[in-house]
């Protein structure tokens, strides 16, 4: 994500490095390079523009402190403007309604439905409530089909009726059904084009003003660039949405939807979306998107992440067994599951920071895990809550039904000594509360 941005914006830093102290030249410089960035991250000029001359009005006004360098300080002020220019603080959802409609709408192929049960999945799991999705795309059974599926893989009720060929009606009558059930959240996935069209945009013209949501989030595919932000502006003059949603925020995209959208139509990002999985949604915090656009990480992120597949109950029990000494292969394979419900291994390791760089060019796959959970699946469960009895037989019959090298199984066999050692090891120095261990620390 943004990884050319990113590149591009630390080599205009470099422009600083070794400066004494800020100067309109070397400033000048940086700027000029920031706006090539920002532009060829596709960015519209007349906003790079903008941009480049709010920072370097700010550099100007800076007086160097001994303990910043120039380049912290550019840092710094360009953080805080790319902060503002995405929105300056996170937008709530408004869910005051009883029940609360939310409207979702884009173009064909924008990730809207798979959007729809996302948010279904946010809204029960973080928010305790009870949302109803709702089929209204009367064009394409195949969506109707896809809804009903991501519904039934996070066990929430969807209303569809494949029969009934008006939109407006079906919405109006899955309110009454809401109403009726005492569902607290309606969802409403309309149908959407290729292209913005007057059919499509007078279709959900009308269910809105028949069922006056109370929010309208718009579905954009970030991979389109700046094609995007011209769509949701058209959008936006039809149907006056309250909030945006990034998609394919994972993909291989330049970066300048997210950076401008908010400047362009004057309404917020609410939520970036990456992958098919569907606990891979996220409020979007404009700062901690600006930290990451810059190489700073998010490791805020990074432990909500953690934390919302967190089991009190479970992390007491672990931390008795670490502190017994007594870790054993069959905990480490339950921790192995809660880090892959959190997201893509890639996207995560780039939340810590500095790492994001490191592993640019490598490709990282969900698959990671799964040599080591074979190798673990093919011990016996004595062994498996037993390591020490392990030796150089049970370790080839292990290799063997893993479909491994058995030189792989000894240094897995090792690094899980080492963790073990180095757990046992920040136990005696610290205690239980001193460790850092995600997803292994008491938090």
């Known amino acids: 994500m943004f990884e050319n941005l990113s590149e591009r914006l630390e080599g205009a830093f470099k422009q600083l490095k070794g400066e004494g102290r800020i100067n309109e030249i070397n400033v000048a410089t940086t700027v000029k390079e920031i706006r090539r960035a920002l532009v060829d991250a596709d960015v519209n000029f007349k906003i790079a523009k903008e941009f480049t001359e709010r920072v370097k009005e700010k550099a100007m006004g800076e ?17 805080d403007e790319l902060t503002d220019l995405m929105g300056g603080k996170e937008a709530e959802l408004d869910l005051s309604g009883k029940p609360t409609v939310i409207l979702i709408a884009g173009l064909q192929g924008s990730g809207k439905t798979t959007f729809s049960g996302k948010l279904a999945n ?16 009367i064009y394409r059974p195949a969506a109707m089909d896809q809804l009903q599926v991501l519904a039934d893989q996070i066990k929430v009720p969807v209303f569809i009726e494949r029969e009934n060929k008006d939109a407006v009606s079906i919405a109006m009558n899955a309110i009454a059904e809401a109403k009726k059930n005492g569902n607290r959240v309606v969802i409403i996935d309309t ?13 959900v013209a009308n269910i809105k003003k028949a069922v006056q949501p109370h929010e309208i989030l718009f579905v954009v ?21 309250t909030g945006v949603v990034l998609t394919k925020l994972d993909g291989d995209t330049r970066g ?24 891979t949604l996220d409020v979007f915090y404009p700062e901690r998107m600006a930290q990451r656009i810059l190489g700073m990480g998010d490791i805020t992120t990074l432990v909500e992440r953690a934390q919302s597949q967190f089991d009190e109950v479970q992390a007491k029990k672990l931390e008795k067994k670490i502190r017994a ?8 394979k339950e921790q192995l599951q809660q880090i892959k419900k959190m997201g893509n291994i890639k996207d995560l390791l780039a939340m810590i920071p500095g790492v994001g760089k490191a592993i640019k060019d490598i490709d990282i796959s969900d698959d990671s895990f799964k040599g080591i959970e074979a190798m ?17 037989s049970r370790r080839k019959r292990i290799a063997k039904g893993a479909g491994k090298d058995i030189n792989e199984v000894n240094a897995f066999m090792k690094q899980f000594d080492q963790m073990k050692q180095m757990m046992g090891q920040m136990n005696k120095m610290k205690g239980m ?10 938090r």
């Open 221 to 241: 595919d970030s991979m389109t660039g700046q094609d995007a932000v011209n769509t949701a502006k058209a959008f936006n003059d039809k149907l006056d949405f």
């Open 122 to 137: 946010f809204l029960k799991t973080k928010r305790g409530l009870n949302p109803l999705l709702v089929a209204a795309d």
């Open 191 to 203: 149908a959407g084009r290729l292209a913005v069209d007057e059919v499509m945009m007078t279709e």
């Open 433 to 442: 509360g001193g460790m850092m261990g995600m997803p292994f620390g008491k």
């Open 256 to 279: 300048g939807a997210a950076l401008t959208i908010k400047y362009t139509v004057e309404k917020p990002i609410k939520f970036v979306s990456m992958g098919e999985k569907l606990d």
């Open 325 to 332: 000494n007594k870790f054993d292969f069959e905990d480490f």
């Open 376 to 392: 673990i699946n093919s011990m016996t469960p004595f062994e498996r809550n037993n390591p020490d009895v392990i030796d150089g």
């Open 63 to 79: 007086k160097v402190l001994t303990s910043v360098s120039p380049g912290q300080l550019m840092v710094k002020i360009v953080k």
